[in-house]
């Protein structure tokens, strides 16, 4: 698991691989604009040479603003296809509000 | 009360500032903490993006409202954009309209930089006012799937709430889309999927 982040904002990011051989990404912790391009690093080491749908798995994912939207937005725009489980309350909120919840697949 | 800090322009600063105003507000609600926090991180940001300079936040609790001004040294006046669903920036200050129940610009005092500030009303935390289900409803499942679990008590927030009036009175486009259909569906389910969002007793 790679760790992101000094002592102030952290996250966290752990890449698998579900049935089918779809990505599978927990994502945890806190993003803002400070490590948010540490944690895209880290997904698109991931997702390299992958195309097609990625789920990412942020029900440890505790704070994200208009930063993180902006990563999953570029991700999809990339994919084509992402998937977010089990996003906390405040995460929820911020993709609602942005308008995203149906170009993101948010489940639940 | 009032409390305010001044943070260096980089991007830690805008952690430690939502870490500020969570300690300032650690006597209110949950949701109005979560809210504010939220916007200040969007605020800072902001400020980082376009002044690249220090920023300071300024923080005024009173018994109906808080009130937050984050300060900066950048020039031009922050505008709500509607971006396109692939273009990854500009949503920032939605978050802001949204969460808010006021917000807006001002010049700096001394004739440099910019102000933004945003106010909650305590008075509109839903404990107090008892609104609907449909309100939440609307709100709380733009995907139209799952409604059950989106309504449940322990997932609802006084700001899903705000905003979802907030957005109606607006005309929000982002809430208002295929809100009636959703409503719909919503009385259609059993009651105790949509009735949990009620609270009889405030009404």
Sequence with gaps: ?108 | MTVSARFVGRSASVGEARRFIADALADLTGEIIDAAALMVSELATNALVHAAADFEVTIDITERSVSVEVTDAGKGVPTLRWPEDSDPHGRGLHIVEELSDRWGTRAGSDGSGKSVWFTIDRSTTPDRTGRTSRARSSQADPSGSRPWRLVRRDQRSACRTAFADRGRRLGHPVLRTGGLARLQGFERQPREAVSIGHRPADQ
């Design chain 1, 1 to 108: 698991m790679a760790e992101l982040g000094g002592k102030g904002t952290t996250a966290s990011v752990e890449g698998s691989v579900g049935p089918g051989g779809v990505p599978v990404i927990a994502v945890g912790g806190e993003i803002d604009i400070s490590n948010v391009e540490s944690v895209r690093a880290i997904i698109d080491g991931l997702l390299d040479g992958h195309s097609g749908h990625a789920v990412f798995t942020v029900d440890a994912l505790t704070f994200m603003d208009s930063s993180g939207i902006a990563l999953f937005v570029q991700i999809h725009n990339r994919l084509g296809s992402i998937e977010l489980r089990d996003p906390t309350d405040i995460v929820r909120r911020v993709i609602d509000i942005t308008g995203l919840t149906d170009t993101f697949g948010v489940i639940p």
